[in-house]
DNA sequence: CCACTAATGCTCTGAGTGAGCATATTGGAG
DNA sequence: CTCCAATATGCTCACTCAGAGCATTAGTGG
């Protein structure tokens, strides 16, 4: 229903709807996968779906079983690398957050997300194959390029301007741009490329896996989401230990136990949990805030009015 | 291309592309508009396009003449609201900025968004048509329901939350669910209500312009995208106004240099501007500290590695 | 010279964040 | 039973930054 139609027939399109639902399992992030692992859910939008949304839920129980809790869109694409078959396809792709549950289904299953992105995990410091691979690779791809070298350096932290766990996305394009990922390789090898560890998958849903990681880092910064991912009753290092997997970093425990206090996000039941030490309070996620405090945000001087 | 197909037999959908492009003209800030000010500038993604926003910039272009800077995507829905003719329709709303420049083609041209949205400016205060005409409007809506009051109250600050200037889209939305706005009316009239002051759009139109002004509001708290809006060299009273038009809200001007010096955004041109009053400085972006600047964006208590 | 209008400079204060020190509880190893 | 390892919790101190407001400067138009 374009206000102004162009030219050309209307031509034909599919629509697909791609999902990255993450769940936290024994402090492990991981995906729910198709394929043995080599793909995510995904199908094709039809004139039966209510809406985009419903039409991802329904792909995604009808192909792994696992119900959907939390979900937002994440990015729309129309890869021309994908029109092997002159056919154009519309991708639209989603983050959806779940409690891990049993599967069932073809060849679904969850997969730790550090599987295909080992270099993302930096919990126990900067990963070893940091500098034992993708710094030489990266070194040899860039050669003398100033320009190149200084990308590489920001993106990965390999100098001292540090880490940063959002630019996921980044990096794995950069890896792609290199030649070091076998997605690139299947379709236009680097010569003197050797691939990197990491498991490649289907066309490119790793891009769309980073895209996901990249916004669920960004957004449990300034939304607390992690709870989507919690059990109903837990103890804040649990809790902790979610929010470390998801951001692939260690938190100062202090800290962040003040953090969640402070904006009162967690209630107590009286229950306590045995734990490798002392004892911990078992808590309870407090939903109504949401509503309860007018989140203003404000990071502009606003005026007094 | 997905990885596994639906049963059904492939359907005829078409993408739609709609851009909500911005500019702030003497502090005023603007959308691109056809169709005089009924319709956001559009048309279909076509297989001529090498990517979703180059068709979009293709779009604009003939639509309007007028060139693009700065875009991103907004959202992408399949209204079924849309589906009159039975045909589904994917849109994917982009977000632009632009310096406005002289535009040609038919009904091209820009408007004040607050013509859309007058209840959205509150650089002198909160706007009287908000005590006047919504306020009363949405009591009547809401009735003796305590939900309803509490969503009425707190969508537009009118207790004592404050006004957030980000939920550009929470009060378009509630004012289409009371039934207070053409849109609505169109297709399922809400008895008793009366339309507020604001300009309707064509379809869902008005909606996706809520949308990008919402996403644009958030953004500038993070990043400073306001620059694409700015001539070459400007002062930075100049540069405070743009955002203030943006934010619809006053900003504490001393604090919001501060704010700007402190980032060092810009930098001297060593030229003055004549004022209202004392002569200001002329500035200029450094475009630089993008890569300078290894922005960290920390809001996690991350343990020192 | 005076009133008016913006642009600039600075100061004070309180809230919030980064880092650590110290203590409390359990289970398990000598 | 005592000591130690592993967590959970309490608290403190230093520092940064954002919110507010006071004060001054440099043009313009009577």
Redesign the pocket.
């Given at each position: 229903m374009a206000v102004e139609r162009g030219s050309s027939v209307a031509e034909s399109l599919s629509t697909e709807l791609i999902a990255v639902v993450v769940a936290v399992t024994a402090g492990e992030p991981r995906v729910l996968t198709i394929r043995n692992g080599a793909a995510l859910p995904s199908g094709s939008f039809e004139s039966g779906h209510r809406s985009l949304q419903a039409g991802l839920r329904s792909w995604v129980e009808r192909q792994t079983h696992q119900p959907l809790g939390y979900v937002e869109q994440l990015y729309t694409f129309a890869d021309s690398d994908r029109a092997d078959s002159g056919r154009r396809v519309i991708s639209v792709s989603y983050l959806g957050l779940a409690r891990e549950g049993p599967v069932a289904g073809a060849d679904a299953g969850w997969h730790g997300w550090y599987r295909y992105f080992p270099w993302e995990d930096h919990r126990g410091g900067a990963p070893d194959m940091i500098g034992r691979e993708i710094a030489p690779a990266l070194a040899r791809w860039a050669g003398h390029d100033p320009a190149r070298r200084s990308r590489a350096a920001i993106t990965f932290g390999l100098q001292d301007q540090g880490w940063n766990e959002e630019w996921v996305l980044q990096r794995y394009e950069l890896l792609y741009e290199a030649g070091l990922v076998p997605e690139r390789a299947r379709r236009d090898p680097v010569q003197g490329a050797v691939m990197l560890a990491g498991e490649a998958m289907a066309l490119d849903h790793r891009r769309i896996l980073a895209t996901g990681i990249a916004r669920l880092r960004a957004k449990i910064k300034y939304r607390p989401v992690f709870f989507e991912l919690m059990p109903e009753v837990f103890?804040?290092?649990?809790l902790?230990q979610t929010v470390e997997a998801l951001a692939g970093r260690g938190l100062?425990?202090?800290?962040f136990?003040?953090?969640i206090e402070?904006q009162r996000l967690v209630e107590d039941t009286g229950q306590?949990q045995?734990?490798?030490?002392?004892?911990?309070?078992l808590v309870r996620y407090r939903g109504e805030i949401q509503s309860e405090r007018a989140i203003v945000g404000?990071?502009?001087?606003?005026?007094?009015s």
């Open positions: 103890t804040l290092g649990q902790q100062h425990t202090q800290n136990r003040r953090l402070a306590m045995t734990t490798g030490g002392r004892p911990a309070r404000t990071k502009l001087p606003l005026a007094r």
